[in-house]
């Protein structure tokens, strides 16, 4: 494995490009001295309790969810810890992307290093062996209710630091013990709470979601770009997009969109052609107040990731500072759950513009001709294009329910509300496919349109167009266009995220 470029400390003030880095594996965790001073502090206070017959803490002293009042002999502790992680592994479905597994790996250490789990630091040294090395746990995507923490996903994520489970690790699959070996380590022992520790907490949702809002970043921009090129082809008015509309509906998110297709339109010779209708379709005209909403969606989402990110999700959390262990409710997923349920809505409506935009562009107006056929008839052009964004646009609609009004009681009612976040964040995947392949078309669709116009547009917009045309080399006549719109997507993906700046800026200010 090549060393990575940077090393990131765990602090309460990484920024969403910093968890981008980890979840890219381009940066290597440490944890400062101090906070590993703080996590030995913690576990020698609840050391000290743990033989108190005066007090019974949950998960420590019992068993767990509805065997809560079932008190475990001390001298059957650690069995307890490793029963629980190795009851729990009950995951099933597709693996999760190695991206979010890294993620999970360093949540799961900036959490307990906050020093109110109770673990060893031996548990927070073996974390960071894992993640430094790339070395990934295989972690099933569905099982968790989003609640009682990420249960299943994060009892497969340390399966391997007992020498069970397995892991991927530089393109090839390996048993947990052999990944042990690799590492130089030896099967972990859990002490008390350790396995409940490592166990709740939302760091699957926070992963997933940290992952999902990449993707959602870089479908932002290229929905920018191809609003902007469709406006290009359409020949559309910029009067929806003056600064005065936006001052006196002063939203951020309205009034950043709108700035960014008056830049991205400026310099263009082909506004200077007369306009051929007083005002546009909505699709066109409403750009800034349907993008900029789902711009402000993705900068909420962000922020709720961050403070999520910084928290304890962890129960019971033992505080030594105060001499205090108590049980609540921080391993429920639905400050996250409900961000997701809005990022569905959010991505979806880009892609249902997106498509409005396609229809109007293959209508056989404006200077255009029907389904921009350069021999109507003979050829169908782009008909069907409009067809596949059509039903990814439909079966947005029909993924973007939300998940988190749904609750199923588990563990004999004690558990009687769950989140269900889990499932809202892993369907955020395929919508969010859905939403770039509809983009990739829109993108197509536009530059083959611009053929139709002579004059030069804005040299940002102009930027992208020949890096694309470098890239992908549109035919003239009829073709098996699947194989161009997959050349788009993968020219879209190849862009590095940073360089992507023409909608990363926050809309917040």
Same mark, same amino acid.
């Given at each position: 494995?090549?060393?990575r470029?940077?090393?990131?400390?765990?602090?309460?003030?990484?920024?969403?490009? +910093?968890w981008?880095?980890l979840?890219?594996?381009?940066?290597s965790l440490y944890v400062? +001295?101090?906070?590993m001073?703080?996590?030995?502090?913690n576990?020698?206070?609840?050391?000290?309790?743990?033989h108190?017959?005066?007090?019974?803490?949950?998960g420590?002293?019992?068993?767990f969810g509805a065997?809560c @009042?079932?008190?475990?002999?001390?001298?059957?502790?650690?069995?307890l810890q490793?029963?629980?992680?190795?009851?729990?592994?009950?995951?099933?479905?597709?693996?999760?992307?190695?991206?979010?597994?890294?993620?999970?790996?360093?949540?799961?250490?900036?959490?307990?290093?906050?020093?109110?789990s109770?673990v060893?630091p031996?548990?927070l040294?073996a974390?960071?062996?894992?993640?430094n090395?790339?070395?990934?746990?295989?972690?099933?995507?569905?099982?968790?209710l989003?609640a009682s923490?990420?249960?299943a996903?994060?009892a497969?994520l340390v399966l391997?630091?007992?020498?069970?489970?397995e892991c +991927?690790? !530089?393109?090839t699959?390996?048993s947990g013990?052999?990944?042990l070996e690799?590492?130089?380590?030896?099967?972990?022992?859990?002490g008390?709470?350790?396995?409940?520790a490592?166990?709740n907490?939302?760091?699957?949702?926070?992963?997933?979601?940290w992952?999902?809002l990449?993707?959602?970043?870089?479908?932002d921009?290229?929905?920018?770009?191809?609003?902007a090129l469709?406006?290009?082809?359409?020949?559309v008015?910029?009067q929806?997009?003056?600064e005065?509309v936006?001052r006196?509906?002063p939203h951020p998110?309205q009034r950043?969109a709108?700035?960014?297709?008056?830049?991205l339109?400026e310099?263009s010779?082909l506004r200077?052609i007369?306009?051929?209708?007083?005002?546009?379709?909505?699709?066109?005209?409403c750009?800034p107040?349907?993008?900029g909403t789902s711009? !402000?969606?993705?900068d909420a989402?962000a922020?709720t990731?961050?403070v999520e990110? @910084?928290?304890?999700t962890?129960?019971p959390l033992v505080?030594h500072r105060l001499?205090?262990?108590l049980?609540g409710?921080?391993?429920?997923?639905?400050v996250?759950?409900?961000?997701?349920?809005q990022?569905?809505?959010?991505?979806?409506?880009?892609a249902?513009i997106?498509e409005r935009?396609?229809?109007l562009l293959?209508s056989?107006t404006?200077g255009?001709?029907?389904?921009?056929a350069t +021999?109507?008839?003979?050829?169908?052009g782009?008909?069907i294009a409009?067809?596949?964004?059509?039903a990814l646009?439909?079966?947005?609609?029909?993924?973007?329910t939300?998940t988190?009004?749904d609750?199923?009681?588990?563990?004999?009612g !004690?558990?009687?509300?769950?989140?269900?976040?889990? @499932?809202?964040v892993n369907?955020?995947?395929?919508?969010l496919e859905n939403?770039?392949?509809?983009?990739?078309?829109?993108w197509?669709?536009?530059?083959?349109?611009? @053929?139709?116009?002579?004059e030069?547009?804005?040299?940002?917009?102009q930027?992208?167009t020949?890096?694309y045309?470098d890239r992908v080399?549109l035919?003239?006549?009829?073709?098996?266009?699947?194989?161009f719109?997959?050349?788009?997507?993968?020219?879209?993906r190849?862009?590095p995220l940073d360089?992507?700046c023409?909608?990363t800026?926050?809309? !917040?200010?």
């Amino acid at each position: 494995m090549q060393p990575r470029p940077q090393v990131i400390t765990l602090t309460n003030s990484l920024t969403e490009t +910093d968890w981008f880095a980890l979840a890219r594996g381009e940066a290597s965790l440490y944890v400062p +001295d101090g906070r590993m001073q703080e996590v030995r502090a913690n576990r020698a206070y609840l050391e000290e309790g743990l033989h108190r017959e005066d007090v019974t803490w949950y998960g420590i002293h019992t068993g767990f969810g509805a065997l809560c @009042n079932t008190r475990i002999g001390a001298d059957r502790l650690e069995e307890l810890q490793y029963n629980l992680v190795l009851s729990h592994a009950c995951g099933c479905g597709p693996d999760a992307e190695p991206e979010a597994v890294r993620l999970m790996l360093a949540l799961k250490v900036h959490s307990l290093a906050m020093a109110y789990s109770g673990v060893r630091p031996e548990i927070l040294e073996a974390l960071l062996d894992f993640y430094n090395h790339d070395m990934l746990p295989v972690v099933p995507t569905q099982g968790s209710l989003g609640a009682s923490g990420d249960l299943a996903p994060l009892a497969h994520l340390v399966l391997p630091l007992l020498g069970m489970g397995e892991c +991927d690790h !530089q393109g090839t699959r390996i048993s947990g013990l052999k990944a042990l070996e690799r590492l130089g380590r030896t099967p972990l022992t859990l002490g008390a709470k350790e396995g409940l520790a490592l166990l709740n907490g939302t760091q699957y949702m926070l992963a997933s979601g940290w992952v999902a809002l990449m993707k959602a970043r870089r479908l932002d921009h290229w929905a920018t770009l191809g609003a902007a090129l469709s406006c290009e082809a359409f020949l559309v008015s910029d009067q929806p997009f003056d600064e005065m509309v936006h001052r006196v509906r002063p939203h951020p998110g309205q009034r950043y969109a709108a700035e960014q297709m008056r830049s991205l339109r400026e310099g263009s010779l082909l506004r200077e052609i007369p306009r051929p209708a007083v005002q546009d379709p909505y699709a066109f005209r409403c750009i800034p107040q349907v993008h900029g909403t789902s711009k !402000q969606v993705l900068d909420a989402w962000a922020t709720t990731l961050l403070v999520e990110s @910084n928290s304890v999700t962890d129960n019971p959390l033992v505080d030594h500072r105060l001499g205090k262990v108590l049980s609540g409710g921080n391993f429920h997923g639905q400050v996250l759950a409900m961000a997701f349920d809005q990022a569905a809505l959010a991505i979806s409506e880009w892609a249902s513009i997106a498509e409005r935009r396609i229809f109007l562009l293959l209508s056989g107006t404006r200077g255009l001709s029907p389904f921009l056929a350069t +021999d109507s008839g003979v050829e169908s052009g782009l008909m069907i294009a409009q067809y596949t964004a059509a039903a990814l646009v439909s079966q947005n609609k029909q993924l973007a329910t939300p998940t988190v009004v749904d609750t199923v009681p588990s563990s004999n009612g !004690q558990e009687d509300h769950v989140s269900m976040g889990a @499932n809202g964040v892993n369907r955020l995947k395929p919508i969010l496919e859905n939403a770039m392949t509809v983009q990739a078309i829109e993108w197509l669709t536009a530059t083959r349109a611009m @053929n139709y116009r002579k004059e030069p547009i804005g040299p940002l917009l102009q930027k992208w167009t020949v890096m694309y045309e470098d890239r992908v080399n549109l035919p003239s006549g009829d073709a098996q266009w699947s194989i161009f719109i997959q050349a788009t997507l993968d020219f879209m993906r190849s862009m590095p995220l940073d360089e992507l700046c023409v909608s990363t800026a926050t809309t !917040q200010g």
